[in-house]
């Protein structure tokens, strides 16, 4: 398939001597296509060439040659030069691309690159609540995403399995363990352990110390507190289950911090062979004002046990001699941001090559909040997952019986529908930006929502099944999708692959949620402005096809978020 951008860069190379890669990063994608497909400041050149860029874009108009690349058109408005890509030439490149290819898009940039994604990383014996969709749905999109580019990605559910709150939790259990049924409801039953246990520890400092004890004593390996720990965290994974069960969420590696409790004694050799750790009130820090960072980074607690970046250096070093990894990204609340800043300047006193440490990122999200503040188990203000995906679900039942009564496979469809709003609605703005919940917002479904564009899907379905099997279309006249309508939904799916591309550049899968909706309102223009079932068979094959075409990319690009599309709603 002709990279329009890349021949565009390569011909300019040959006038303005430029390094290709530099160029690349030149040429836009102007906003409004009366301004072309591609578009190159010559702003950039002036200082250099010392001429007005308007001047400079006339010469280069004058000299370039666009044989061969698709291009049939160039123009020169103010100090831009703006590229027409051909019609019929992206027609072609399209229709025949989707033809060829079982997956279009799908690519091998990333052959031979791994990448480790660390996400969702619920807490054991706390329930798993609508703070960590986020992690857990923008970690999916982010591993789907690299995969489909050829990308090695190893997922790391990084369990919140040890800490503190086990201490807390082991006390609560040893206080009140026969007042509760965890075997019949584990999640809630430890959850009201915990708070109980947390506002005990707020009243009375010996209970808190009790707790801290409990916790050195795991970590050494108590046999009681191991026993009272793996029964929590095999009750808790159950029922975590049953939650990925509705995302379709799977992970390469289920290892959490627990799993490097064994490890963190060399964390503690390599910093001190460095230099960097030292005493600190009773306890073993790294100072990091070198690094620009006031606060130090804690790696011994002042009674001896570990901390949570202990864990997570442990777990660089493991993951760079295991995966060996290019980028180890970590998807996780911007409220630890300063951890993350912390931990990843501390790796570079382990001794691991400069590739690993300059691989480590931190991809944050903003906080999913109720309208009276910010969520916590602790205070039992909580809405879990799985109470809000059933709910989803629910009334996505309900609007399917008004609508559709007679629809079959009504529950499976619901459940698409549902999970696939709660999982757009996620995915649709910048992740760094804070999510009110509420209930009506996140489950409407009119306007920019997974419900529309898996309507759109259903829409374009409908057509299929009428015009018959796409097989049977053998030849395609281009010049019949030449018209604006045709011509918008063939560009948005030409940049299919560059949307993908982008999305990893920049770690935001929204990026593809808004591309999916620009493509879902494109053919929805498209389809309300020209019949596709019309008696000339060249005209109605070009838009069946192009047809075709769309929900292909509609069904790849909702799969890479984590969405599955219904045949009929």
Known sequence: MINFKDEIAEKLKEIVEIDKKELLSYIEVPKDNKNGDYSFPCFRLAKELKKAPQMIANEIKEKINLEGTGIDKI??????????????????????????????????????????????????????HIGHLRSTVIGGALSNIYKFLGYNVTGVNHLGDYGTQFGKLIEGYKLWGDEYDIDSDPINELTKIYIRINNLCKEDEKVLEACRNNF???EDGDENCTKLWERFKTVSLKEFQKVYDLL???FESWN???????????????LEKSGKLIDSQGAKIVDLSDDGIDTPCII??????????????????????????????????????????????????????????????????????????????????????EDLLNEAIERAKTIIEQKNPDLENKEETAKKVGVGAIIFNDLSNNRVKDEIFDWDTILNFQG??????QYTYVRIKSVLEKAGKISDITNIDFEKLNDNYSQ????????????????????????????????????????????I?????????????????????????????????????
């Open 75 to 128: 123009e020169v408005v103010g100090g831009f030069l703006n590229f027409f890509v051909s019609k019929n030439v992206i027609t072609k490149e399209v229709l025949e691309e989707i033809t060829k290819k079982e997956e279009y898009g799908r690519a091998k940039i990333g052959e031979g690159r791994n990448i480790v994604i660390d996400y969702s990383a619920p807490n054991i014996a706390k329930p798993f």
């Open 216 to 218: 050195k004593l795991l």
């Open 248 to 250: 379709g969420s799977k």
């Open 256 to 270: 959490g911090e627990a799993f490097y409790s064994d490890k963190m004694h060399e964390v503690v050799e390599l």
């Open 300 to 385: 011994i607690k002042s009674n001896g046990s570990t901390t949570y970046a202990t864990r997570d250096l442990a777990a660089i070093l493991y993951r760079a001699r295991t995966y060996d990894f290019e980028k180890a990204l970590y998807v996780t609340s911007y409220e630890q941001i300063l951890h993350f800043k912390q931990v990843f300047a501390t790796a570079k006193y382990l001794g691991l090559d400069k590739k690993y440490t300059d691989g480590l990122l931190h991809v944050p999200f903003g906080m999913v909040l109720l309208p009276e503040g910010k969520m916590s188990t602790r205070e039992g203000n909580i809405i879990k997952l």
């Open 448 to 453: 920019e929502t997974g419900p529309y564009i």
């Open 488 to 531: 918008e939904v063939l560009k948005l799916i030409y940049n299919f692959q560059d949307i993908l591309i982008a999305v990893t550049e920049k770690e935001e899968p929204s990026i593809l949620s808004r591309y999916l909706i620009d493509l879902a309102k494109a053919y929805s223009v498209f389809y309300n402005e020209n019949k």
């Open 533 to 569: 079932m019309v008696e000339d068979d060249d005209i109605k094959n070009a838009r069946v096809y192009l047809s075709y075409a769309t929900a292909k990319v509609l069904k790849e690009g909702t799969a890479l978020l984590g969405m599955e599309m219904p045949d009929k709603m």
